[in-house]
């Protein structure tokens, strides 16, 4: 029997993808992809912050490996972060109110949820 050298690689992975996307791409489809395009952009860009590596970017999924866990777990807040700021931003100049909550699941993920109603 032959003996062969594994290498092996340590990989912390950072996947994103958009909450009913297929809806939203039924809604407006043009107003969809341009957003999911500048939110893309802007979680390239923490990513290389956080020292990480966009892997791919299919559809509406970003994934992601990083070398440290740290390092994947602060980029996910500090996507969560702008995104939320954008949101915020887009929301005001369209003249939306807005409410953000964290919400616990029983399973101890958690999941942010925006709502917004004209104002």
Not at 16 to 28: F, I, N, P, W
Not at 31 to 43: D, F, G, I, S
Not at 92 to 97: E, F
Request: proline residues 1%; glycine residues 6%; charged residues 25%.
């Amino acid at each position: 029997m032959t003996t062969q050298e594994v290498k092996r690689k340590l990989t912390a992975i950072l996947s994103a993808d958009v909450k009913g996307y297929s809806r939203l791409m039924g809604e407006d489809e043009e107003a969809t992809v341009r957003t999911l395009n500048a939110y893309k952009e802007v979680m390239t860009n923490l990513i290389q912050q956080c020292h990480g590596r966009v892997v791919d970017a299919p559809g509406d999924n970003v994934l992601a490996e990083f070398t440290s866990v740290v390092d994947a777990v602060r980029c996910a807040v500090e996507i969560q972060k702008e995104l939320i700021h954008s949101v915020i931003i887009n929301c005001a100049q369209n003249g939306l109110v807005i409410s953000w909550w964290h919400e616990a699941t029983d399973d101890t993920r958690c999941r942010n949820r925006c709502s917004w109603a004209a104002g």
